[in-house]
């Protein structure tokens, strides 16, 4: 993959990959998924085959139960499916779960990567004009290195999607590839 290549002290952050699509902008959503899930799947085999914390952080849904394995059999049972099937944790993955947008907020991802040793995160996921550029600007208030894999981040919207890119590389300073 062009752009990111793992080192010490990086975690790939997964972020909010398994969806049911059943909301306004679901569709647009889905096709983005449906193209870019390849990537985001290889970007997650990628980090483990160097030894890099995978760690997902996902809408729970507004279930309120915290129930992992339900959340993930109903995202593989929908509409893109076949694209999350390829982006189901492995044993020794982590997994929070967020209830806001951003990963950190609320959420123990900050405590948990500074227990690694983390320095940088990179991320993958969805949507990258939501979740993941307010994940990023976030971690960069805790002091990490961001870098955003653009191809392997799904996103309902092109022009918003640019327009974010460009605001979490020029004002909020994460690097994107």
Known sequence: MAGVRFERGDALVVVDVFNDFAHDDGDALLASFRERGPEMGATIERARAAGVPVVYVNDDGGAWDSDVKRLVDEALAGPGGEVVAALVPERGDRVLLKHRYSAF?????????????????????????????????????????????????ATTDPDLEETALRYARDVGGARVS
């Not at 959420?107 to 949507?127: K, N, P």
């Not at 990490?144 to 392997?152: E, F, W």
Request: aromatic share 0%.
């Open 105 to 153: 907020d609320h959420t123990a991802l900050d405590l948990l990567l500074s227990s690694l040793d983390i320095e940088r995160v990179v991320l993958v996921g969805a949507a990258t004009e939501g979740c993941i550029v307010q994940t990023a600007i976030d971690a960069r208030e805790h002091e990490l290195k961001v870098t955003i894999v653009a191809g392997a981040c």
